[in-house]
Nanobody, 119 residues
């Protein structure tokens, strides 16, 4: 069974930084496309950033409001995907979820980690 465990959330002041980690166990990590999504109260879940599998080149993609501030990366030796978040804004406040997906029908989620940006 595939398991995703996120960590690194917390309270940070506007302009600050956080790094989220997601450790994947139970499957071949390098074969999965990995992503971070977030959901704020009363809003739909949205893509934060994604990185494709090793075999497809580790291509990254970002939500429009995250470009230039957030960086996604994967440490394949540690089965971990990282999200470095800089220049955080109050509107970045949300629960952040890690996702692992592999065609045709593999799609897994972590339990989420809270990020709060507030002074």
């Amino acid at each position: 069974q595939v398991r995703l465990v996120e960590s690194g959330g917390g309270l940070v002041q506007p302009g600050g930084s956080l790094r989220l980690s997601c450790v994947v166990s139970g499957s071949i990590f390098t074969s999965y496309d990995m992503g971070w999504y977030r959901q704020a109260p009363g809003k739909q879940r949205e893509l934060v950033a994604s990185i494709s599998s090793v075999s497809t080149g580790g291509v990254t993609n970002y939500g429009d409001s995250m470009k230039g501030r957030f960086t996604i990366s994967r440490d394949n030796a540690k089965n971990t995907v990282l999200l470095q978040m800089n220049s955080l804004k109050p509107e970045d406040t949300a629960v952040y979820y890690c996702n692992a997906a592999r065609l045709p029908d593999r799609n897994y989620w972590g339990q989420g980690t809270q990020v709060t940006v507030s002074s």
